[in-house]
């Protein structure tokens, strides 16, 4: 069983610095693609950045050159350093874990959400 535990959100400043972080329980983690996903009030939920079990890394557009996404395969951690931040980045952060199951496909895992807040 998985268990996503995230921290670190807050009300932040535009222009600002936030880092969220995830600990996950269970011993697939390192074998996993891990990542955030944000949703705003009214809107669905978007791929922000994601980390291969190699490191490779993807981000959304407009995130790139501001977020810089982490793992730790030692301590079953992943982390979301946000710079840069603008009111539009507002959002739930969810980390996601997800694994390819034999004989069933894609599975993901999901955190409780952590509230992001920038003020203009």
């Known amino acids: 069983q998985v268990r996503l535990v995230e921290s670190g959100g807050g009300l932040v400043q535009s222009g600002g610095a936030l880092r969220v972080s995830c600990t996950a329980s269970?011993?697939?983690?390192?074998?996993?693609?891990v990542g955030w996903y944000r949703q705003a009030p009214g809107k669905q939920r978007e791929m922000v950045a994601v980390i291969t079990s190699y490191g490779t890394t993807n981000y959304a557009d407009s995130v790139k050159g501001r977020f810089t996404i982490s793992r730790s395969n030692a301590q079953n951690t992943v982390d979301l350093q946000m710079n840069s931040l603008k009111p539009e980045d507002t959002a739930v952060y969810y980390c996601?874990?997800?694994?390819?199951?034999?004989?069933?496909?894609?599975?993901?895992?999901w955190g409780q959400g952590t509230q992001v807040t920038v003020s203009s």
């Open positions: 996601n874990l997800s694994n390819m199951k034999r004989g069933v496909g894609r599975v993901d895992y």
């Open positions: 269970g011993s697939i983690f390192s074998i996993s693609t």
